[in-house]
């Protein structure tokens, strides 16, 4: 990863003024800095598609103080990890100045290797709190990684502001589950069996919902705790249930540690599931062997 976010604070007392900088770095405490190869390119003429026509590049920095902006938005550091193959909510709040109600659009300044996020979502008008969803792929880098989320509103104009640094702790799967492929006729019952592999402890209990099923299966969510190496859902199929393939059914697993969920998507099955056979062809004899000789 060759990517390290940095939030600038400025002082409450800070006065409206800019600079260009010069961006330098040390390897670690106490080494000499060095001047970082630093380049922002600023686009002054776009033509078609977003191409640039005439644009100028700096070694330097801009960095401006302003007057303050009327909100100001904090990321709650997450205490439970995100697993591979795992989903999981990071809450940013926000601090709004009276009279300030409008939305705010919030998203991660960068996402970590493997990691995806939400780009989209708002902390609404009047409203304090929005919940970002992360989901991590199975090759996520396990590690440690600074994140900053951004916010962005219209105030006379365009303005951004950042979160403070936090840090995400990406962690692999406590749990690996095996899905079967099975079949069953509408109208009938099926059992769906798994087998689980527990990689990493966890206290309590975890729920385990069977997804992706088509329309007209239900059944019901069921409970492991860290000892379960087996389970089995009973899947319902209606008289009227689709038929056909259904391919990619998952178990999503949500288990608490430090007092978060820790939410994981598990597994790979499908279930075919047929019309039924009609009652003359089930009922229809089998045709007596019939011996031939020849003259």
Known sequence: ESRIPVVFHAAGDALPSGSYATLSVAKAEGSEPVTADFDQVSMLVSGQNNRSVWSHTADRASVTTTKPLPFRISLVEPKAPLVQRGVKYLKVIADRDEGFTDSILVKMLYNPTGISSNASLRIKQKENEVLIPLTADQDAAVRTWPIVMIGEANVEGRVVSATQLVELTVSEPYLRMALPNVNVEQGHSVEFAIDVEQLKPFDGKATVKLEGLPPGVTTAPAEID???????????????ARPGRHKRLFCRVVLTEAGEPVEQLLGDGELRVDEPISEPLKQQPKPEATAQTGN
């Open 226 to 240: 860290s000892k379960t190496d087996k389970l089995a859902f009973t899947l319902q199929v209606a008289t009227d």
